[in-house]
């Protein structure tokens, strides 16, 4: 059965920085694109950034390019999100996600079939 547990979520200050974990488990970590979204309040979940199976390949929403920084470990079966220059319009809960094919590499949610549970993330000082 797939499982992914986010943490790392938190308060931080404009300009601070926080690192989100997803742990992964019940499939092929290695083989799979992970994607990670984030959902504000009154607003509908949003993409924010994706890396390929073997972490060769990553992509970022235009609204986090430069600041965030994704990066994955096969033997912890772990993704981390490491966000930096943090805005209040980062406040969100954040979400990874796992792609339901080993060879898709885009942005549509509904590509992404198994879903961890969430982390809030707040920026406010």
């Known amino acids: 059965q797939v499982h992914l547990v986010e943490s790392g979520g938190g308060l931080a200050q404009p300009g601070g920085s926080l690192t989100l974990s997803c742990v992964a488990s019940?499939?092929?970590?290695?083989?799979?694109?992970i994607g990670w979204f984030r959902q504000a309040p009154g607003k509908e979940r949003e993409y924010v950034l994706r890396?390929?199976?073997?972490?060769?390949?990553?992509h970022y929403a235009d609204s986090v390019k430069g600041r965030f920084t994704v990066s994955r470990d096969s033997a912890k079966t772990t993704v981390y999100l490491q966000m930096n220059s943090l805005e209040p319009g980062d406040t969100a809960i954040y979400y990874c996600?796992?792609?339901?094919?080993?060879?898709?590499?885009?942005?549509?949610?509904?590509?992404?079939?198994?879903w961890g549970q969430g982390t809030q993330v707040t920026v406010s000082s």
């Open positions: 890396i390929s199976g073997g972490g060769s390949l990553t």
């Open positions: 019940g499939f092929t970590f290695s083989r799979y694109p």
């Open positions: 996600a796992a792609s339901g094919s080993p060879t898709y590499w885009g942005s549509r949610m509904e590509s992404y079939f198994f």
